[in-house]
């Protein structure tokens, strides 16, 4: 009876409900470890953030499985209206907004907050697979292609005022869905001077609330790779590595057991920013593993509905939103063990979140509805 239901409630590419169902049975488990924190410094009790992470991993679940339900070529004709939107609110949270963390990434929507940039992802992602599905038969122009630029210009910049590292992903992401779309390579390098220029001008300017942290950052990493060490603004991203990498040699190869993690009341965010060293100091090297390679099947399926859907736009919607969140989750995972600077990223499906997780839900949701999608045809 239950394969009946699941059968008929549980559509398209099963495999991504099971990676997604595995991803959230981990992320309720390490959670509960990694917040243990919380319950020390902030009120509620350790149940508290346990049992809301729960609720919000459910309503993430809930997201998945609601849009998996829905056409998903109905998105398109809505996302230019969510860009604009996205890019209205982005500039409200910078301005108005109070900070959250030193950064104006939140837009406080009663006793909630609500992330800009997620819906920006989503919107920029949706609209740039549709201008490009109705293009893959024809030469473009630059008249066609400048409105796709602009777009992600504007965008990611508008993000990059309160989260530099958000904004150069997203770009990214769009890079990698404009080379598959087979835009020409003359226009491909006109983004790239494009997003150099206005990145050079906001750091030469000083606007945006983290754009000196972000260039410290960089720096403290560059100059860690020499073997010298900077003393700077952001030197608390220098302590953030060393007690990941303390995580990181605790857990060895079996770890050291799930709740018995130590640099959890160490690590800052360590239930979200630095969860992946946290996984593997309690589950080791094995556990560090498997959850690389849960990420890499995720990334191996959503490639797998780009084959099986017919239609550009779905093909094109499912490999942009797969990169979004696999590169995101390969960056998190990089500057856990030094192979990166500190982004501040979170571990899709796996960290504790508020509206990130109802988004990333609606991703994967869109990502499997595609996946549902048979039909031959490379009509949008």
Request: proline share 2%; with cysteine.
């Amino acid at each position: 009876m239950v394969t009946n239901w699941l059968k008929s409630n549980l559509k398209g590419d099963h495999q991504i409900w099971t990676i997604v169902a595995a991803l959230s049975m981990i992320s309720i488990i390490v959670v509960s470890s990694a917040s243990g924190k919380l319950a020390v410094m902030a009120s509620g009790g350790i149940f508290y953030h346990i049992f809301k992470h729960i609720i919000l991993v459910s309503l993430g679940l809930g997201s998945m499985w609601f849009f998996h339900r829905l056409d998903y070529h109905r998105f398109a004709m809505y996302s230019n209206a969510g860009v604009i939107l996205s890019f209205v609110l982005l500039i409200y949270a910078y301005k108005f907004e109070q900070g959250i963390n030193h950064a104006n990434r939140w837009i406080h929507v009663g006793g909630l907050t609500f992330m800009p940039s997620d819906l920006a992802k989503l919107s920029l992602i949706t609209n740039l697979a549709a201008m490009l599905a109705k293009r893959q038969h024809v030469s473009y122009t630059f008249n066609e292609i400048l409105p796709m630029i602009l777009k992600i210009i504007l965008v990611c910049s508008a993000i990059a005022l309160t989260n530099v590292s958000t904004s150069l992903l997203l770009f990214t992401t769009c890079f990698l869905l404009m080379f598959f779309g087979r835009v020409p390579s003359q226009y491909l390098m006109l983004a790239l001077a494009g997003i150099f220029i206005t990145a050079t001008l906001l750091v030469m300017t000083g606007t945006g609330s983290r754009i000196e942290t972000a260039r410290n950052r960089v720096i403290n990493f560059a100059s860690g790779l020499k073997g010298t060490k900077k003393k700077d603004a952001s030197q608390t991203s220098d302590y953030q590595i060393e007690r990941s990498f303390y995580a990181i040699a605790n857990g060895g190869v079996l770890g050291k057991g799930p709740g018995k993690s130590q640099q959890r009341y160490f690590l800052t965010e360590s239930e979200s920013d630095f969860i992946y060293a946290i996984i593997i100091e309690e589950w080791g090297m094995i556990g560090g593993v498997f959850v690389l390679g849960l990420y890499l099947w995720f990334l191996y399926r959503g490639m797998k509905a780009v084959d099986s859907s017919g239609r550009a736009f779905g093909g094109l919607l499912s490999a942009g939103l797969t990169f979004s969140l696999v590169i995101q989750a390969m960056v998190h995972m990089g500057v856990a063990t030094g192979l990166g600077p500190v982004t501040g990223q979170n571990l899709p499906l796996l960290s504790m979140g508020g509206s990130s997780l109802l988004f990333t839900g609606a991703m994967v949701g869109i990502i499997i509805a595609v996946s549902r999608d048979k039909v031959k045809n490379p009509i949008l």
